[in-house]
Protein backbone atom coordinates (compact mmCIF):
# COMPACT_ATOMS: atom_id res chain seq x y z
CA UNK A 1 0.00 0.00 0.00
CA UNK A 2 1.47 3.48 -0.64
CA UNK A 3 -0.18 7.04 -0.31
CA UNK A 4 1.11 10.01 -1.92
CA UNK A 5 0.66 13.38 -0.82
CA UNK A 6 1.82 16.09 -2.81
CA UNK A 7 0.24 20.29 -3.13
CA UNK A 8 2.02 21.57 -0.80
CA UNK A 9 3.48 24.76 -1.23
CA UNK A 10 4.14 28.19 0.39
CA UNK A 11 1.37 30.63 0.03
CA UNK A 12 0.41 34.02 1.68
CA UNK A 13 -2.02 34.86 4.71
CA UNK A 14 -5.67 34.46 2.39
CA UNK A 15 -4.39 32.06 -0.14
CA UNK A 16 -5.90 28.69 -0.81
CA UNK A 17 -3.97 25.54 -2.03
CA UNK A 18 -5.08 22.19 -2.91
CA UNK A 19 -3.33 18.89 -1.86
CA UNK A 20 -4.22 15.57 -3.25
CA UNK A 21 -3.23 12.40 -1.99
CA UNK A 22 -3.02 9.25 -4.38
CA UNK A 23 -3.44 5.81 -2.81
CA UNK A 24 -2.47 2.26 -4.82
CA UNK A 25 -2.28 -1.33 -3.30
CA UNK A 26 -5.73 -0.95 -1.53
CA UNK A 27 -8.98 -1.09 -2.42
CA UNK A 28 -9.36 2.44 -2.35
CA UNK A 29 -13.48 2.51 -1.50
CA UNK A 30 -13.05 0.31 1.63
CA UNK A 31 -11.40 3.04 3.46
CA UNK A 32 -11.86 5.97 5.25
CA UNK A 33 -9.92 9.12 4.20
CA UNK A 34 -8.52 11.16 6.57
CA UNK A 35 -6.56 14.47 6.47
CA UNK A 36 -4.08 15.22 9.82
CA UNK A 37 -1.27 18.11 10.15
CA UNK A 38 1.80 18.23 12.54
CA UNK A 39 3.25 22.00 12.79
CA UNK A 40 7.00 21.75 14.73
CA UNK A 41 6.94 21.09 18.16
CA UNK A 42 3.26 20.44 18.34
CA UNK A 43 1.74 16.68 17.76
CA UNK A 44 -0.08 15.72 15.16
CA UNK A 45 -3.56 16.59 15.03
CA UNK A 46 -6.54 15.81 13.17
CA UNK A 47 -8.08 17.74 10.45
CA UNK A 48 -10.46 15.97 8.51
CA UNK A 49 -12.10 12.65 7.40
CA UNK A 50 -14.09 11.39 4.46
CA UNK A 51 -16.33 8.20 4.20
CA UNK A 52 -15.94 5.51 1.75
CA UNK A 53 -18.17 7.19 -0.39
CA UNK A 54 -17.62 10.57 0.17
CA UNK A 55 -21.04 11.97 1.09
CA UNK A 56 -19.92 12.21 4.64
CA UNK A 57 -17.04 14.61 6.24
CA UNK A 58 -15.66 15.45 9.52
CA UNK A 59 -13.82 18.60 10.03
CA UNK A 60 -11.44 20.20 13.28
CA UNK A 61 -13.00 22.88 14.53
CA UNK A 62 -9.76 24.77 13.40
CA UNK A 63 -10.39 24.13 9.47
CA UNK A 64 -14.03 24.55 9.36
CA UNK A 65 -15.59 26.51 6.83
CA UNK A 66 -12.26 26.42 5.79
CA UNK A 67 -11.46 23.33 4.56
CA UNK A 68 -13.11 21.11 2.40
CA UNK A 69 -12.03 17.30 1.88
CA UNK A 70 -13.70 15.59 -1.45
CA UNK A 71 -12.23 11.92 -3.03
CA UNK A 72 -12.90 10.22 -6.52
CA UNK A 73 -13.01 6.59 -5.51
CA UNK A 74 -12.14 6.11 -9.69
CA UNK A 75 -8.94 7.80 -9.21
CA UNK A 76 -8.14 6.54 -5.92
CA UNK A 77 -7.45 9.96 -4.72
CA UNK A 78 -8.71 12.16 -1.91
CA UNK A 79 -8.78 16.14 -1.92
CA UNK A 80 -8.12 19.03 0.86
CA UNK A 81 -8.83 22.36 -0.86
CA UNK A 82 -7.63 24.63 2.02
CA UNK A 83 -9.31 28.87 1.61
CA UNK A 84 -8.27 31.53 4.06
CA UNK A 85 -4.88 30.14 4.80
CA UNK A 86 -3.50 31.71 7.94
CA UNK A 87 -0.02 31.05 9.41
CA UNK A 88 -1.24 28.87 12.00
CA UNK A 89 -2.12 26.48 9.16
CA UNK A 90 1.65 26.00 8.80
CA UNK A 91 2.63 22.27 9.28
CA UNK A 92 3.38 19.14 6.98
CA UNK A 93 -0.02 17.58 6.12
CA UNK A 94 -0.76 13.95 5.82
CA UNK A 95 -3.28 11.51 4.39
CA UNK A 96 -4.24 8.45 6.04
CA UNK A 97 -6.49 5.67 5.59
CA UNK A 98 -8.94 3.85 7.89
CA UNK A 99 -10.04 0.59 6.94
CA UNK A 100 -13.90 0.41 7.63
CA UNK A 101 -16.66 3.28 7.93
CA UNK A 102 -15.87 4.74 11.35
CA UNK A 103 -15.53 8.42 9.75
CA UNK A 104 -15.06 9.32 13.42
CA UNK A 105 -11.86 8.38 14.56
CA UNK A 106 -9.51 11.66 15.07
CA UNK A 107 -6.97 8.92 16.85
CA UNK A 108 -4.02 9.26 14.27
CA UNK A 109 -2.74 5.69 15.72
CA UNK A 110 -5.81 3.85 14.00
CA UNK A 111 -5.22 4.94 11.02
CA UNK A 112 -3.86 1.92 8.70
CA UNK A 113 -1.69 3.19 6.39
CA UNK A 114 -0.16 6.86 5.62
CA UNK A 115 1.74 9.20 3.24
CA UNK A 116 5.09 10.99 3.51
CA UNK A 117 3.46 14.21 4.18
CA UNK A 118 3.63 17.64 1.81
CA UNK A 119 4.55 20.91 3.61
CA UNK A 120 2.01 23.76 3.82
CA UNK A 121 3.47 27.30 4.63
CA UNK A 122 1.33 30.13 5.15
CA UNK A 123 3.36 33.39 5.36
CA UNK A 124 2.27 36.03 7.59
Known amino acids: VHLQAFGGALVQTGGSLRLSCAAS????????MGWFRQAPGKEREFVGT????????LYAHSVKGRFTISRDNDKKTVYLQMNSLKPEDTAVYYC??????????????????WGQGTQVTVSS
Open 25 to 32: GLIFSHYV
Open 50 to 57: INSNGFRK
Open 96 to 113: AALYGNNMYQRESREYNY
